[in-house]
């Protein structure tokens, strides 16, 4: 009888870490993040625009399948388009629509917006990179930088000033104990 009644607080324990773990995962908003652009490219302005999406990318969104580590920002013809992100398509999808998973995406901006990017990739040469994908409200939302490629020796002195902090962090803490 000991068992089972262990067996049941287990249970119990176990159904609230599940809990737990669902709030998390609601209260987390991102969809997909690039977790290379920072390492590869030298980030700089921010930008946040809205997706057009056909109603089965939505649906696979929502149950994650999104991968947007290879994609980057696109300007043709004065509008923009999120070239290389994967959306693969639910099992469930309906028969009747053609799902291409990494077809372009227009991205929805102001022409405000698309003429300061525009003039800063024509004159200046910078490129437009996807870092996150992210619900905002009920609208999936597509945030990419202004950013230039870094070198290998700037990558390299990205990790050394990196580990620097970590050891200084380390040095402080010891000398405070």
Not at 18 to 23: A, H, P, Y
Not at 58 to 72: A, D, M
Not at 105 to 121: F, G, P, Q, T, Y
Request: hydrophobic share 35%; aromatic share 6%.
């Amino acid at each position: 009888m000991q068992t089972s009644s262990s067996n049941i607080n287990n249970l119990q324990y176990n159904d609230a870490i599940m809990v737990n773990k669902k709030s998390d995962k609601q209260n987390n908003n991102t969809i997909a993040q690039n977790k290379k652009a920072r390492h590869n490219y030298t980030l700089e302005d921010k930008f946040e625009a809205g997706m057009s999406l056909q109603g089965w990318e939505l649906k696979s969104i929502r149950q994650g399948k999104v991968n947007i580590s290879e994609c980057f920002v696109h300007i043709k013809d004065r509008e923009a388009y999120l070239v290389g992100s994967e959306i693969h398509p639910l099992n469930s999808a309906s028969s009747h629509v053609i799902c291409d998973p990494v077809r372009p995406r227009k991205l929805l901006l102001n022409r405000r917006e698309l003429d300061k990017i525009i003039s800063a990739v024509d004159r200046q040469g910078y490129s437009l990179i996807a870092t996150a994908m992210y619900w905002k409200n009920c609208w999936v939302k597509l945030a990419f930088h202004l950013g230039k490629g870094k070198k290998a020796h700037d990558k390299r002195a990205d990790i050394k000033d990196r580990e620097w902090k970590v050891d200084q962090g380390r040095i402080m803490k010891k000398s405070q104990q």
